[in-house]
């Protein structure tokens, strides 16, 4: 069960976030189109749909090493050397990660203090604004799953796990 959300939970809230977020789009352009009418929740809907969708593929990325990377100098380096340049990358990633967590987590502490609400869902803000230390916490955790796989294939003298291309 734990592989399976190990491999899979991203994908599905990526799935739940990217299809909430087109069915509300859709039904916010029909309305406004076919009926000149248009609601505030839908628009609250996508924004917040799309931040989510936005920080959990930003873990997704971190897990799959898709990220976005200038990797010019992993061309004229050697296995061993390139391992530990992910590595001292996944580290200092990490440390971002970590303080954007504990950063987040205040305006989070802020907006559960005064009870803020969205303007057109009436929710608390709080789930909103949770996305980014949700979405930094799980950065974190797949950048620990990381750098343990890259030791791992340090020590065995493997090549260091390069993800997957976009382009050739």
Same mark, same amino acid.
């Given at each position: 069960?734990?592989?399976?959300?190990?491999?899979?939970?991203?994908?599905?809230?990526?799935?739940?976030?990217?299809?909430?977020?087109?069915?509300?789009?859709?039904?916010?352009? /029909? $309305?406004?189109? #076919?009926?000149?009418?248009?609601?505030?929740?839908?628009?609250?809907?996508?924004? @917040?749909? +799309?931040?989510? %969708?936005?920080?959990?593929?930003?873990?997704?990325?971190?897990?799959?090493?898709?990220? /976005? $990377?200038?990797? #010019?100098?992993?061309?004229?380096?050697?296995?061993?050397?390139?391992?530990?340049? @992910?590595? +001292?990358?996944? %580290?200092?990633?990490?440390?971002?990660?970590?303080?954007?967590?504990?950063?987040?987590?205040?305006?989070?502490?802020?907006?559960?203090?005064?009870?803020?609400?969205?303007?057109?869902?009436?929710?608390?803000?709080?789930?909103? %604004?949770?996305?980014?230390?949700?979405?930094?916490?799980?950065?974190?955790?797949?950048?620990?799953?990381?750098?343990?796989?890259?030791?791992?294939?340090?020590?065995?003298?493997?090549?260091?796990?390069?993800?997957?291309?976009?382009?050739?």
């Amino acid at each position: 069960m734990l592989a399976i959300l190990n491999r899979n939970a991203e994908r599905w809230a990526l799935l739940l976030f990217y299809s909430m977020l087109v069915v509300t789009m859709a039904i916010e352009v /029909i $309305r406004r189109e #076919v009926f000149a009418y248009s609601s505030i929740w839908g628009e609250e809907v996508v924004r @917040y749909a +799309f931040i989510y %969708l936005a920080w959990i593929g930003a873990a997704s990325a971190v897990r799959e090493r898709a990220h /976005i $990377r200038i990797d #010019v100098l992993f061309h004229y380096v050697g296995p061993r050397v390139k391992a530990l340049l @992910y590595i +001292f990358g996944d %580290l200092v990633m990490l440390a971002v990660a970590c303080v954007a967590v504990y950063w987040s987590f205040e305006a989070v502490a802020t907006s559960w203090k005064f009870g803020s609400v969205s303007h057109g869902l009436r929710v608390s803000m709080v789930w909103f %604004l949770m996305a980014v230390p949700l979405g930094f916490s799980l950065m974190i955790f797949r950048l620990l799953q990381s750098l343990l796989r890259d030791v791992r294939d340090l020590i065995a003298g493997r090549d260091a796990y390069e993800g997957g291309q976009l382009f050739d």
